[in-house]
């Protein structure tokens, strides 16, 4: 039978390939909690990644414009008008509310007429009107006003403030200033029952 030849392998060329082996994860043994954490980290990174995929993936998160009134009004979708004639009275905030609904639009009127000073406009200056989206809308619609008062004068009743009194008369409760001047009230904070006053129309 012949010899079968058996190769020896030396240990000794296998210990330097061990032996950098175990170096390299000398180098970098962190210990168990910093294991943990680099661990921790790593998961809590896939868990995010995963849900963002899954609502992208639904639809739930809109990439772009989003539906808020804050960027654009869906009932924004009149024409515009390509210019805009100045008149005695306006100002920017004012002409955008009227062009976009928006008052928060004249900067895009300002940068658009690159003007240096958006609070100095000229009666019958042309101003460019950019085909932008409105963005918030600030108009208010007034509330229906609850017993208006329509008449000259006006009897005060238990309750009433001058405040109430304007909003009532006029729609606007600022014009307590101007009722009290014409009424001659020293002290517009007191007004009693039974005094009557007049409603300059």
């Known amino acids: 039978m012949p010899k079968s030849k058996r190769t020896r392998v030396s240990i000794r060329s296998q210990k330097p390939a061990l032996a950098k082996v175990e170096g390299f994860l000398s180098q970098i043994k962190w210990g168990e909690s910093y294991t943990s954490l ?18 992208k993936s639904r639809n739930i998160i809109n990439t772009g414009q989003t539906d ?30 009227k062009i976009y609904g928006s008052g928060y639009n004249w900067v895009d009127l300002a940068s658009a007429n690159k003007l240096e000073n958006p609070s100095v406009l000229y009666v019958g200056t042309k101003l460019v009107v950019p085909n932008v989206a409105a963005k918030t809308i600030t108009i208010q619609k ?28 006029y729609g606007d409760g600022y014009k307590w200033t101007e009722v009290a001047k014409i009424n001659n009230l020293a002290n517009p904070d007191l007004i009693y029952s039974g005094n009557v006053l007049k409603l300059p129309r």
Not at 79 to 93: C, F, M, Q, R, S
């Open 142 to 169: 007034t509330p229906e006003i609850s017993n208006p008062i329509t008449g000259n004068s006006y009897t005060v009743v238990e309750g009433d403030s001058l405040w109430d009194i304007t909003v009532r008369a």
């Open 68 to 97: 808020s009134t804050s960027t654009v009004s869906k009932e924004a979708a009149k024409e515009l008008p390509k210019t805009y004639a100045v008149k005695e009275g306006d100002h920017l905030w004012a002409i955008a509310e």
């Open 38 to 55: 680099f661990l921790g980290a790593v998961v809590v990174v896939v868990a995010i990644v995963l849900v963002f995929s899954f609502l």
